[in-house]
């Protein structure tokens, strides 16, 4: 990775977004009203002189001490914290791949992000409707095509923080910002929304929606549409007639929805089926309800993937759900990006992969995961300049997730930036220390860097993050072989495989635990299970390093061409 260009314009950007100035102003007023005290108290209490020099001297000498800790550290209701670097913009290939930014990119008043809901009810009990308060309303604003939105991501990194609304805005890279409340009794809304500027903070619009919970998509356009006319002089065209259609005439079903986008957030095994259990209830009150099929779609696809379902079943149930969506609503973008990413992981279907996040972008040029989605496509079939470009479009909108910033690491280590990517994710983990997708990813990238005992520490948190899962048993028990760890290998190899007479566990994790013990007749025995079920994490076997010690093998081209078209326009012996 480059050297970040610093230049004494950014230093100062920098010095002022980390609230520096105002700390030294602070604490000049302080000290001197210290020495005014000192001076009046010294002579008063007769005090030798060398007291109130003492007082001077250890004021001047803190100093710098409160300017340097004002840079590294804030202060926020959750306790003290290292202040975030700045996200990465990205662009290029290999290893001028991605570059930190210095400061952030100047705001654009035809940007807004939409913070989380305050909830305000009686019962403090409604955190899911205003987190679907704000989610909804991020996503009807992003159909206005001159609008560039923040994404949910980054929006919700701030909830329950006491951030100054133009300090997220900056971190944001945004004009404006909406801020609100929701205070729901019984079937009682009250609904406050205020859309305030970057610049200055000043209130470009706010009102109260005192409405029947019935009328929740009402008022969502009705704020959506006040938006759009709050910042009419900077968009050019018009929006279309209604920004908020009713998704559900169902009020209990819209309620099942809310809490089922909730759980999907969490993203682990217990949150994914949690959720499945409220989508599925949302469309059996109301089978019409397009957004709850695309959440089963989504709910099962990602089971698949990491292995607590059979992929057969995981595309089956996971396809056909999102299928129902688009049925009901073509103009879905969210589905068609979901179609995209079953497409992509099941079956190789590359060039259908491929049509579906075009549609998607479309229809919502805001949405960031199409963009992530599409960008991780083209890099796994080496277009990494289109690759890197939509990652950076990605990264411009949700300037804050661990994910995108993720993808933008294993895209770096495809692309031959190995310590590049290592780099990247290391500031993902350091950042988000809980994500799991990301320290995983960490010790994958560690393994290609042949720095197999930080794998191996790095893939035993893993593991404990997972709650012992076995997609992350089978990435541990590679590392711990290539460790040369061979007996905790063999004890991982052998837990996975007691475990296959009572519970679904996929062969690829088999295969990658004799991957890392070199056992060339066992990882093809494996190997040839996997591909014949088409294990989806298949998709990269022609990109991945730690193929490596069986890449030239005749048998493993014979297997890799058997995975699909996509692979194998990429694949070659010699790669």
């Not at 991605?98 to 909830?119: K, W």
């Not at 998607?360 to 805001?366: D, G, H, R, V, Y």
């Not at 004890?491 to 890392?516: C, F, K, N, Q």
């Amino acid at each position: 990775m480059a050297e970040s260009r610093w230049d004494l314009r950014t230093f100062l950007a920098e010095l002022k977004r980390r609230r520096v100035f105002r700390v030294a102003v602070v604490y000049a007023v302080v000290a001197f009203v210290i020495w005014q005290a000192a001076e009046i108290a010294v002579p008063g209490l007769n005090l030798p002189d060398w007291v109130l020099t003492l007082v001077i001297l250890l004021t001047v000498l803190g100093f710098p001490i409160a300017l340097v800790l004002a840079w590294a550290l804030e202060i926020t209701p959750e306790g003290i914290h290292r202040t975030p670097a700045l996200e990465p913009a990205v662009g290029g290939d290999g290893e001028d791949a991605a570059e930190p930014a210095a400061t952030p990119v100047e705001p654009q008043p035809t940007s807004i992000a939409v913070l989380p809901f305050t909830d305000m009810s009686p019962e403090g009990d409604q955190e899911y409707f205003c987190d679907g308060m704000a989610e909804e309303l991020i996503n009807a604003l992003t159909k206005v095509k001159e609008l560039r939105v923040a994404a949910r991501t980054s929006s919700f990194q701030f909830k329950g923080k006491s951030e100054d609304v133009c300090e997220i805005a900056k971190m944001l890279r945004v004009g404006s910002v909406l801020e609100g409340s929701v205070r729901r009794a019984g079937d009682r809304l009250r609904v406050t929304a205020q859309l305030v500027t970057a610049e200055d903070g000043y209130h470009l619009w706010s009102e109260t929606y005192d409405r029947q919970l019935e009328d929740v998509f009402a008022i969502q356009d009705e704020i959506s549409r006040a938006i759009v006319d709050a910042l009419r002089p900077t968009l050019l065209g018009e929006p279309e007639a209604r920004l908020v259609s009713a998704s559900t005439k169902s009020m209990e079903a819209y309620d099942h929805y809310l809490r089922g986008r909730h759980y999907w957030d969490q993203r682990y095994k217990v949150g994914l089926e949690a959720a499945l259990k409220y989508f599925q209830k949302a469309v059996e009150i109301d089978p019409g309800f397009a957004l709850a099929y695309r959440g089963i779609g989504d709910c099962y696809t990602v089971l698949g993937i990491y292995g607590f379902l059979p992929p057969d079943e995981g595309r089956s149930k996971g396809k056909a759900a999102v299928f129902r969506a688009l049925e009901l609503d073509e103009g879905l973008s969210e589905a068609h990006a979901s179609l995209g990413w079953s497409h992509f992981f099941y079956g190789f279907e590359w060039e259908l992969s491929e049509k579906e996040y075009q549609r998607a972008i479309e229809l919502s040029p805001s949405n960031a995961e199409a963009h992530t989605w599409y960008g991780v496509l083209c890099g796994a079939q080496g277009r990494y300049a289109e690759a890197f470009e939509h990652l950076a479009i990605a990264l411009q909108l949700d300037p804050l997730s661990s994910y995108i910033t993720s993808m933008l690491g294993v895209l770096k280590i495809y692309a031959g930036d190995t310590e590049g990517g290592i780099r990247t994710l290391e500031e993902v983990v350091e950042r988000d220390p809980q994500y799991l997708m990301a320290v995983w990813l960490l010790g994958w990238g560690y393994t290609c860097g042949s720095r197999h005992d930080e794998a191996v520490r790095t893939g035993e948190r893993a593991l404990a993050l997972s709650n012992e899962a076995n997609f992350w048993k089978g990435g541990l028990a590679l590392w711990y072989g290539r460790a040369g760890l061979r007996d905790k290998a063999l004890e991982l190899i052998d837990d996975l495989s007691e475990r296959m007479a009572s519970e679904y566990v996929s062969p690829l994790v088999l295969t990658w635990g004799y991957l890392g013990l070199g056992d060339e007749e066992k990882f093809f025995e494996w190997l040839a299970e996997a591909v014949a079920e088409q294990s989806p994490y298949l998709f990269s076997i022609h990109l991945d390093p730690q193929y490596d010690p069986f890449r030239s093998h005749p048998r493993f081209t014979e297997l890799a061409k058997q995975i699909g078209a996509g692979v194998v326009d990429r694949y070659s012996p010699s790669d």
